[in-house]
């Protein structure tokens, strides 16, 4: 049985423990409403976005080929975009991507298509690393609220390699973030470009100058790049959420073992002052026979 010395330096670690967590808690919360706030600024120029990229490519049917709008009927190289955070402590939001690229990385393999992966954090860019994947470029260190110009890199290889052949089909997975408590890992295909399709209703003659197919040139790899940082914003919001949720669980944790602990500080203390009680009155005994 542990003395009560080594009882009360663990209740006083498992304290500071659970006050760090606490602050850790806080600060993610903090960080997670910064967070939303940024994803939903994004969203309406997103939607805009999409909508001017449906008017125009519903009229310009012809002018495919050659641009990011161009399905191939032959697939032979991929890449993958693996967005995670740079820092753990996120219970099993890291974990939860990481399973999901292997799965991806391994279906595309079996249908003979070469894979190159560009990674945004450190997390996925050490386990493409340690499992000896293609990686071909990484970007760390983006912070807690990146700006558009941060992927701009990325964006750009895989935009070229689009157009230059390397790749037939670019994807990014990211956590989406739908609440608090519940973070998705999610595919989406951002290359070749899957325009929405306008309703003939909907679509107004508009005027473009100085053309509709270069404005739509134009706009094709704008799209790419909002459609990227778009999955950024998510998978820092959804790190956050995923680090307040797991600070508050092991702050409960920590306040639970402090309890334990505490009841068998008092049961040990408890039981040697009843020894050195039963020791005392046996030796005042013996005294008394003397």
Do not use: C
Not at 25 to 44: D, F, G, H, I, Y
Not at 83 to 109: K, M, W
Not at 178 to 199: A, F, G, S, W
């Amino acid at each position: 049985m542990p003395s009560t010395r080594e009882i009360r330096r663990r209740i006083r670690s498992v304290k500071n423990l659970a006050q760090i967590t606490r602050a850790m808690e806080m600060v993610s919360a903090s960080k997670m409403r910064r967070a939303q706030r940024n994803v939903l600024a994004t969203r309406p120029y997103a939607d805009r976005l999409l909508d001017v990229m449906g008017e125009l490519t519903g009229r310009a049917v012809g002018m495919r080929r050659g641009t990011l709008l161009e399905v191939r009927p032959v697939v032979q190289g991929v890449a993958l975009i693996v967005v995670t955070p740079d820092r753990g402590l996120a219970g099993s939001l890291v974990s939860n991507v990481l399973r999901r690229a292997s799965r991806f990385i391994l279906d595309e393999q079996e249908k003979k298509h070469t894979v190159e992966v560009l990674a945004i954090g450190k997390k996925g860019r050490d386990f493409m690393v340690r499992t000896h994947q293609n990686l071909v470029a990484e970007v760390t260190r983006l912070g807690d609220y990146p700006r558009l110009t941060d992927i701009l890199g990325i964006s750009t290889n895989v935009i070229n390699g689009f157009l230059g052949g390397r790749y037939d089909e670019v994807y990014v997975l990211y956590s989406q973030f739908v609440n608090t408590l519940v973070q998705r890992p999610t595919i989406k295909r951002l290359l070749p470009i899957d325009p929405p399709h306008e309703p003939a209703e909907r679509m107004v003659d508009y005027t473009y100058e100085p053309s509709q197919e270069e404005v739509l040139r134009e706009l094709l790899p704008r799209f790419v790049e909002v459609q990227l940082y778009q999955a950024v914003l998510e998978a820092i919001a959804s790190e956050h959420s995923a680090r307040m949720v797991a600070m508050r669980n092991a702050t409960d944790n920590a306040k639970e073992l402090q309890r334990d602990l505490t009841l068998s500080y008092n049961k040990t203390r408890q039981a040697n002052i009843t020894k050195e009680v039963s020791e005392i009155a046996s030796g005042a005994a013996a005294l008394a026979e003397m």
